[in-house]
């Protein structure tokens, strides 16, 4: 069992909806991310969080707004999305963001934009 | 810049076959090296890992053994099963600053009984 839990599992939205994305790990960690990854493709990073602030954005469209309400939660909020944003979105979470501990995935949220 | 290249699937085996899947890295310090299983409609799972040169990662009858001297990371199983189906993902991130993984574009393995 992923101890990085995603919801929804599955998403169908049009474009003019607005939608979030929720992540949630109890593992004490303090490093939080959000991937995307297409079919047959390796995850791409999206975002970054350490203690609980941006560290890094990938130079992500503003269509996708991460935030991380506390150290537990990272949510990301859809707005207008193309149909290229369909995709399966990952979270993840580890120790920190330096060092050499592991990132630990939840099962992702599988997004289709109609 | 740091990389990571992985054999081009599909390999495909029979149950209780060997498997090596080569994973050979470029990068300008000492990684930590890593093997993720993606089962089919599910997230990335760590299969096992290695911070130093000569470590060998192993889980449920997987190993990889990092070695510097060849910047090579192969997965390796002695009697793969039909449940370990699933596409591999060999990664990398450096020890220090910003530990970003790195994948490999990912190996997909297909077992039949």
């Known amino acids: 069992d992923t101890e990085v839990t995603q919801t929804p599992k599955h998403l169908v939205m049009g474009m003019t909806n607005k939608k979030s994305l929720k992540c949630e790990q109890h593992m004490g960690h303090r490093a939080m991310y959000w991937y995307k990854q297409k079919a047959k493709k390796p995850p791409e990073l999206m975002f970054v969080y350490s203690y609980e602030k941006l560290s890094i954005n990938e130079s992500v469209p503003s269509r996708f707004s991460p935030e991380c309400p506390n150290s537990s939660l990272l949510n990301l909020h859809l707005h207008a999305l193309q149909p290229e944003d369909s995709a399966l979105y990952l979270c993840?979470?580890?120790?920190?963001?330096?060092?050499?501990?592991?990132?630990?995935f939840g099962d992702g949220t599988r997004l289709s934009i109609l | 810049g740091d990389s990571v290249t992985q054999m081009e699937g599909p390999v495909t085996l029979s149950e209780e076959a060997f498997l090596t899947i080569n994973c050979t890295y470029t990068?300008?310090?000492?990684?930590?090296l890593f093997w993720y299983v993606q089962y089919p409609g599910e997230g990335l799972q760590l299969l096992l890992k290695a911070t130093k040169a000569d470590d060998k990662g192993s889980n449920k009858g997987f190993e990889a053994t990092y070695r510097k001297e060849t910047t090579s990371f192969h997965l390796e199983k002695g009697s793969v099963q039909v449940s370990d189906s699933a596409v591999y993902f060999c990664a990398l991130s450096m020890n220090t600053g910003f530990q970003k993984l790195v994948f490999g574009t990912g190996t997909r393995l297909l077992v039949s009984p």
């Open positions: 990068a300008t310090g000492y990684p930590s």
């Open positions: 993840a979470s580890s120790q920190e963001v330096m060092g050499r501990q592991p990132q630990h």
